[in-house]
């Protein structure tokens, strides 16, 4: 919202006291799911859909990546911490702007890949650019 600060206070406040038990058609909705089981089945395809994209990234970084980066790979979770070789100050690839490395840590010169939201294809071009652009930023 765009509005004086004013108004927004007051907006926040009347949305308090008519959103006091929640949204009850979603609760109600999320009730069902939870008491026919679609939960629990849509729960066991997502953790084995992410299983897969992370076991997928982690032969491609170990292909294609593995004299530039070190990792530990997560048990779960839908990032890989990537740790960089000293050779490659991840400042310099997180100024990139071909890439959107939004957490990164200069100290341990790593930044988080997030796989959750790409296809294999989509990892593939993600982890050669990667390459590409390592293979300059070598100091």
């Not at 070789?85 to 959107?100: E, G, L, M, N, S």
Request: with cysteine; charged share 25%; glycine share 6%.
């Amino acid at each position: 919202m765009i509005a004086p600060k004013n108004f927004i206070a007051q907006c926040t406040a009347l949305r308090k006291i008519i959103d006091v038990g929640g949204d009850g058609y979603m609760q109600n909705a999320l009730a069902t799911l939870i008491k026919e089981g679609e939960l629990k089945r849509h729960l066991k395809k997502a953790k084995k859909c992410y299983r897969e994209r992370r076991d997928f990234l982690d032969a491609l970084l170990k292909e294609k990546l593995s004299e530039y980066v070190s990792y530990t790979l997560p048990t779960g979770g839908m990032a890989i911490w990537l740790a960089l070789k000293p050779d490659f100050p991840i400042a310099q690839v997180a100024a990139t702007k071909q890439f959107k490395i939004i957490r990164w840590n200069k100290a341990q010169n790593a930044f988080r890949f997030g796989f959750a939201s790409m296809n294999e294809s989509e990892l593939v071009q993600a982890v050669d650019a990667l390459k590409m652009e390592l293979q300059k930023t070598a100091v």
